[in-house]
């Protein structure tokens, strides 16, 4: 198979995951952002809740702009929910509160895996811009060192999605640990903040799939260019 139209139809198919799985989170939030817990508790809530019981108290639950907005930030020890995850009282509400509180317990445990997620965030944000410009110059000047440099950094983003993957599930199953132990959504409102979950871990997966094939892509134009 020729390579340009190889490197082509690994681009598609990255488009495609991407928009598949921005899709399906957005639906899935979307439904269950319109069902709401027979408790009547709000993202604030829950994560407030949640935090206490585990001797967070400390941390803040802040409210902050944006759709899906929603992170927890190491630095000031904080759960940040977006304004309509912080007030609705829905289960996809209650869900994702729990998620950002199962990485305040990661931080509080030292989870291995967030420590090193955290590590390699500075290096990783340098990669994300040398690497461009590596594969760039070395192109343009047609020097091949400066062109797996680039594609090195780009492998190095990879690897950043890859460890980002087991911070994420067991973020939701700690989350979700939470909210039975606690009894925030009956059974089936806790089978639907379950799904929505599940759709948000699928979009880091399909973030470390397309940066797999950016590198695979990469790699085949660059070594044929070389051949």
Avoid at 30 to 52: P, T, W
Avoid at 99 to 126: S, W
Avoid at 167 to 184: D, M, T
Avoid at 188 to 196: A, H, L, T
């Amino acid at each position: 198979m020729d390579i340009e139209i190889l490197s082509w139809g690994i681009i598609l198919v990255s488009v495609a995951i991407s928009l598949l799985s921005r899709w399906y989170i957005n639906h899935t939030y979307k439904k269950y952002s319109n069902v709401f817990n027979e408790n009547g508790v709000n993202g604030a809530e829950a994560a407030r809740r949640i935090l206490d019981s585990n001797n967070l108290e400390g941390d803040a639950v802040n409210s902050v702009a944006g759709t899906l907005s929603d992170h927890y930030n190491p630095a000031n020890k904080s759960v940040n929910l977006s304004e309509k995850i912080y007030t609705e009282k829905s289960v996809a509400s209650v869900a994702i509160a729990a998620h950002e509180c199962g990485h305040a317990i990661q931080d509080k445990t030292g989870y291995f895996f967030l420590r090193m997620r955290h590590a390699m965030v500075p290096v990783t944000n340098i990669a994300s811009y040398a690497g461009y410009f590596a594969i760039v110059i070395g192109a343009a000047a047609s020097i091949f060192d400066i062109v797996m440099f680039g594609i090195a950094c780009e492998f190095l983003i990879f690897l950043f999605q890859v460890v980002t993957l087991p911070v994420e599930f067991n973020a939701s199953s700690r989350g979700l640990n939470q909210i039975k132990q606690l009894g925030l959504l009956n059974e089936s409102e806790y089978k639907g903040g379950r799904k929505v979950l599940i759709a948000a871990a699928l979009t880091y997966v399909a973030a470390a799939t397309t940066a797999l094939l950016q590198v695979i892509r990469l790699l085949l134009i660059f070594t044929r260019r070389r051949d």
